[in-house]
């Protein structure tokens, strides 16, 4: 991480805690506790009112506290404040005079939207110590040397009571940086601020130590657990006595490689059965059902056995569970046997899961989920229960069996759904022309190319496509000649996935931004760049592997190229679709379609392609 | 005996099946049981369109009975449905504006244009009685233009479905300005490949067939006739031209061949590709500029006439 972390930084880092009370012999002879800390972390010096991490930053670093203070800030700051400029609804006489009067430059920008409002200044440099000696001196010609932020009124923040301050020895960012989230607040340097950041192979790496291991679980469980079981939809109804009986027992577990990113350019190449074989297993088909499986991030492949290989029937993503139905009909006595695990669970490259032993969940959950909520044969078995139904419960079981009744009595329509049942079974086979939407192809197709990340994602029906390409002259048009998108990408039957930006649920662009111009939209959930404080690093292009990220050289609306002071390079900035966010008519990629081929989708579930590919007949 | 138990018996009378198999078939022509569909958005807007032309036809006759110039009612309907025709246009052309989505749009020029047939039909009654063009150069033209519109606009909703199945069928994706590239690529791979021979007979053989007609084949665009009707017939002579030759080549030379009559495939699929889509484009170009003309010449239509109904 650092080529000028010395042995001396390593013997001080040693010396301090929790490094002190570290037990070495826990690490492989491969990779030593020194050798963790000289190639993973990396010693820094802020300045007090030096942003360290901003809200809604991905990071894929930990910052521990050495020496001084840092300060946590406890309310939301506005994006301005950090340099970032918020997309801004034009209107529609300003967007069609822009539309009118376009600059006819390639990229063209004006001053205004290539300086940043805040000020940036370059880091000063990596600090070393020399053992021994409470002497820094910087090391010159840094080559990671990026612009920081320095917060304005840092000062008057701290008077008003609105930080927490971090001393020597705690750490902060690690559980961002674990479950691939956004940080929670920002954290700005105070006096003297020594950090170590600790980049996440090398926290991985320290957790072997099983004291240390512990203390971070430990941290999460009573920091941050709770909130996270809470947002998952199915335990909104859970009451607090409940919620924090659930969260003494749940056990936390990963699967597989947070950086799924840097195999994914192998792994799609594999054929499905392949794939799925070399994913590791998190529950396994026809086993004794123990936990429910709740995603806590990453993705997950639902899988069963047929034949002698295996078939994907869903995919899983933040927020999912699984075992639902099974706990459900063994809880409520089913036919009076438990009830096997009926798929198997797959991490698909990351997974990160939550497991809600049985006895906990169907003490303290169960009973507060809507049966709504639950499976179809689970909620039907709710309904009859051994121990027979609730006084509310009853009035449902009659509804239920006039339901069934009515059902029954009704001989056309019974006829009709079994006609249609075998229609609808025809259409799942893949027809002689290989066009027909076949859902577990389709499925591994969008899990193999790890679509399932997309928020936003752009299919384009070939079937309905006429190769017009309005929808790139509609991107174009609205971009001051710069279309977004190429009509180009990968193609399952009749869907075509155009390379233009996901907005994804898990965005690997924005990890390692160093000025945070790469963020998240809290409201619209859309992943914006703040061009004013891009600095072309080019770090969130390398990092999509969507390739979906473009560097473009820019100029001034009269055609001369911008360039860097002191290298007096071109500068270049990260460009990618935005959803046209700032125009009233909103993307116009799809409002441009004549034909209905086109559609920006929410991938990370199935039913929305599932009721979009419905609609088409 | 219960539905259910008869069910479980197999004794479902011939009269069920039947009406259970006609229910099923109304529901997957008209999509109904189903949220929203293309089919039942189809069904619905043809009924509008009927049930509107049928209103027209009635306030027509109405106004015939009543010796008034239905005529005029139905200019002024027509003129204002190529209004409503021609306005997609321009909507195409300002995506910037929250005018509604181009497929809305769409699916209200298809039945406009369907709609705007029926009320052509009841201002030009002489169709009726087996003329199709109007007397008179003006009208005569203008009946003309109207008919060839109608019909390239009916021939666009045809080719705009059934085109982009046919281009998915090919394979490989490719758009249209990459084509010529794509082309190029596909000559040089055939030249590198007659180029790497070492064998002296395959040499004279394959180099043979390279100058006399792959060559050709290669570096020419494809003819017009092709454009128009792209058939495989030009594929199909090459191919088993170089068929022919495998007689003449050893093994190592014959895989050479093998290779080339891939590139061959994949050239005809190109051609095929771009014969197609160059059709939707025209088609969009000769459909927009005659639905303007038309447009020109029923407004002069519209002046004139109305200067001799006030007369």
Redesign the interface.
């Known amino acids: 991480m650092d080529p000028h972390m010395t042995d001396a930084d390593v013997d001080w880092l040693l010396t301090r805690m929790p490094f002190a009370a570290l037990d070495a012999s826990q690490f492989p002879k491969s990779i030593p506790l020194d050798g963790v800390l000289k190639n993973d972390c990396r010693l820094h010096r802020f300045a007090p009112g030096q942003v360290i991490v901003r809200e809604g930053d991905y990071a894929n670093s930990a910052f521990l506290v050495l020496e001084g203070n840092a300060e946590l800030i406890t309310r939301p700051l506005p994006p301005d404040v950090l340099g970032r400029r918020e997309v801004e609804k034009r209107s529609?006489s300003d967007?069609?005079w822009?539309?009118l009067r376009p600059s006819g430059v390639r990229e063209a920008r004006r001053p205004e939207n290539v300086t940043p409002d805040v000020e940036l200044h370059d880091r000063p440099g990596t600090e070393h110590r020399a053992s021994g000696n409470e002497n820094t001196s910087p090391i010159a010609g840094d080559a990671d040397a990026q612009p920081t932020l320095y917060l304005q009124d840092f000062g008057g923040l701290v008077r008003a009571g609105q930080t927490a301050r971090l001393v020597a020895g705690e750490l902060f960012g690690e559980v961002a940086t674990m479950l691939r989230g956004p940080h929670g607040a920002t954290v700005v340097a105070g006096e003297n601020a020594t950090l170590l950041e600790i980049r996440l192979q090398g926290l991985k790496m320290l957790q072997r130590d099983t004291a240390f291991a512990e203390r971070m679980e430990e941290h999460y469980r009573q920091h941050w657990l709770a909130i996270h079981l809470k947002e998952i939809p199915l335990l909104r109804f859970v009451p607090e006595s409940n919620l924090r009986n659930v969260v003494e027992h749940t056990q936390l577990r990963s699967f597989g490689r947070l950086q799924w990113n840097a195999d994914y350019s192998k792994t799609r190449k594999l054929s499905p059965a392949q794939q799925i074989e070399s994913e590791p297993v998190v529950a396994q088909e026809g086993h004794h059902v123990t936990d429910l499986i709740v995603v806590r991030s990453g993705f997950g492949r639902v899988c069963q056995n047929y034949g002698s290989a295996q078939r994907t029937t869903a995919y899983l993503g933040k927020g999912h569970v699984f075992g639902l139905e099974e706990i459900t009909l063994s809880v409520t006595g089913g036919n009076g046997a438990p009830m096997p695990l009926q798929h198997s669970l797959r991490a698909v490259g990351f997974l990160d899961t939550l497991h809600i032993p049985v006895e906990c969940f169907a003490r303290e959950v169960l009973p507060h989920i809507r049966r709504s909520e639950l499976p179809p044969n689970a909620a039907e078995a709710m309904l009859h229960r051994p121990q027979g139904p609730t006084k509310r419960e009853r009035r449902s079981v009659a509804r239920e069996e006039s339901r069934r009744d009515d059902a029954?009595?009704t001989?056309?329509e019974?006829?009709?759904a079994?006609?249609?049942t075998t229609?609808k079974t025809w259409d799942d086979l893949p027809s002689s022309?290989g066009?027909s939407f076949e859902p577990t192809g389709l499925l591994e197709f969008i899990v193999q190319n790890r679509y399932n990340n997309g928020r936003q994602a752009m299919i384009i029906d070939?079937?309905?496509?006429?190769?017009?390409?309005?929808c790139v002259?509609?991107c174009a048009?609205?971009h001051d000649g710069n279309p977004r998108f190429?009509?180009?990408g990968n193609?399952h039957e009749?869907l075509?996935f155009v390379e233009a930006c996901m907005h994804c649920t898990d965005p690997v662009c924005m990890i390692g931004c160093p000025t945070g111009a790469l963020h998240r939209d809290e409201s619209t959930g859309l992943v914006n760049i703040s061009e004013n404080i891009c600095i072309g690093c080019g770090v969130c292009a390398k990092g999509c592997p969507y390739d979906n990220i473009e560097m473009v050289a820019i100029s001034d609306p009269s055609g001369r190229p911008y360039l860097d002071m002191k290298s007096k390079q071109p500068i270049t900035k990260a460009t990618k679709c935005d959803m046209c966010s700032g125009?009233?008519?909103?993307p116009?990629c799809?409002?441009?379609?004549?034909?209905?081929?086109l559609v920006r989708i929410d991938l990370s579930e199935s039913p929305p392609l599932e009721d979009w590919l419905?609609?088409?007949? | 005996m219960s539905v259910v138990e008869r069910r479980h018996g197999g004794a479902i009378s011939t009269t069920q099946r039947c009406k259970a198999a006609a229910s099923g078939l109304v529901n997957r022509v008209t999509g109904a049981g189903r949220a929203y569909s293309f089919r039942r958005r189809r069904v619905v807007a043809c009924g509008v369109v009927v049930v509107s032309l049928a209103l027209a036809a009635l306030l027509a006759s109405g106004m015939h009975a009543a010796l008034l110039h239905s005529g005029v009612m139905t200019g002024w309907m027509l003129i204002s449905c190529l209004f409503l025709l021609v306005l997609i246009g321009v909507r195409r052309r300002i995506p910037v504006l929250p005018l509604g989505t181009m497929s809305v749009w769409t699916q209200v020029h298809i039945y406009t244009g369907l709609f705007a047939v029926g009320v052509f039909l009841l201002h030009v009654p002489a169709i009726l009685h087996g003329r199709l063009i109007a007397t008179g150069y003006l009208e005569g033209t203008l009946s003309g233009l109207f008919w060839f519109v109608s019909a390239s606009g009916v021939y666009g909703l045809i080719a705009s479905r059934r085109i982009p199945w046919r281009l998915t069928n090919v394979g490989e994706q490719v758009r249209l300005d990459q084509i010529p590239w794509y082309r190029e690529q596909i000559s040089r791979s055939v030249s590198d490949e007659v180029q790497s021979l070492t064998n002296p007979a395959a040499i004279s053989v394959i180099g043979e067939f390279h100058r006399r007609y792959l060559s050709r084949y290669l570096s020419s665009k494809p003819s017009w006739l092709y454009l128009i009707y792209p058939t495989s017939v030009r594929r199909r002579r090459v191919l088993a031209g170089l068929v022919e030759l495998n007689r003449y080549l050893e093994e190592e030379d014959c895989r050479v061949c093998g290779r080339i009559a891939a590139l061959v495939r994949r050239r005809d699929d190109l051609d095929y590709q771009y014969a197609l889509q160059l059709r939707l484009r025209v088609w969009v170009m000769l459909h927009s500029a005659a639905s303007v003309a038309l447009l020109v010449m029923a407004i002069i239509h519209g002046i004139l006439a109305m200067r001799f109904v006030e007369s």
Do not use: M, Y
């Open positions: 529609w967007a069609l822009q539309f029954q009595s001989t056309e019974t006829e009709t079994s006609v249609s229609a022309t066009t070939l079937h309905r496509c006429t190769r017009c390409d309005d002259k509609a048009s609205v190429a009509r180009i193609h009749r075509q125009l009233p008519s909103g116009a799809a409002a441009a379609c004549p034909h209905d081929a419905r609609r088409r007949t």
